[in-house]
């Protein structure tokens, strides 16, 4: 059974830093692209990153240089380096995985990790 | 990039067919295929429906269909049933690994 569970999120301060982990079970996370989408509170679904089994990687322009999808083989988890905070990343986190074709859809999302930006 | 535009909310009453519309422009849905619809329960995490504009998964009802034209794609829901009530969000490929969703819907069952 594919599952995927996240990790990390929680209370920061403005310009402080948060890893988000994703652990994946019934697949593995280097044979499929990967994901991160992240939802405000009662508001709608951001895409945030991607990461290719080429080891490519692609961010939203917001989140440019200030966040880093990683995956570790060896544990088969999914990540995502998040620096410099703002107010504005508060959001649930999602982690998930692309289904085949490179389709840009998103077939396993994990429950989500909840990342508060607040001092 | 812009969200692609949906309406706030759709409803219909058990039995009935609601369609739901994606707009976007010529850079994003009206440029590719790549366009996807996810159901999300509150407080549940999305959920597959449609991809590629018109394709269903396997273990989603045939009662959801997707399709698409020009820059606007939908999505129907047909013999509606308490369960599908839920938000709804559509998304698209937007060019330079870029992927842009849509504000949401929210479908009330009557």
């Known amino acids: 059974e594919v599952q995927l569970v996240e990790s990390g999120g929680g209370l920061i301060q403005p310009g402080g830093s948060l890893r988000l982990s994703c652990a994946a079970s019934?697949?593995?996370?280097?044979?499929?692209?990967m994901t991160w989408v992240r939802q405000t509170p009662g508001k709608g679904l951001e895409w945030v990153s991607i990461?290719?089994?080429?080891?490519?990687?692609y961010y939203t322009d917001s989140v440019k240089g200030r966040f880093t999808i990683s995956r570790d083989n060896s544990k088969n988890t999914l990540y995502l380096q998040m620096n410099n905070l703002r107010a504005e990343d508060t959001a649930v986190y999602y982690c998930a995985r692309g289904s085949s074709g490179y389709s840009w859809a998103f077939d396993y999302w994990g429950q989500g990790t909840l990342v508060t930006v607040s001092s | 990039q812009s969200a692609l535009t949906q309406p706030p909310s759709a409803s219909g009453s058990p039995g009935q067919s609601v369609t739901i519309s994606c707009t976007g422009t010529?850079?994003?849905?009206?440029?590719?295929?790549?366009v996807s619809w996810y159901q999300q329960h509150p407080g549940k995490a999305p959920k597959l429906m449609i991809y590629?504009?018109?394709k269903r998964p396997s273990g989603v009802p045939d009662r959801f269909s997707g399709s698409k034209s020009g820059n606007t794609a939908s999505l129907t829901v047909s013999g509606l049933q308490a369960e599908d009530e839920a938000d709804y969000y559509c998304s698209s490929y937007g060019g330079s690994y870029n992927l842009v969703f849509g504000g949401g819907t929210r479908l009330t069952v009557l």
């Open positions: 990461i290719y089994i080429s080891d490519s990687t």
């Open positions: 590629e504009a018109s």
């Open positions: 010529s850079s994003d849905v009206g440029g590719y295929k790549y």
């Open positions: 019934g697949f593995t996370v280097s044979s499929n692209y």
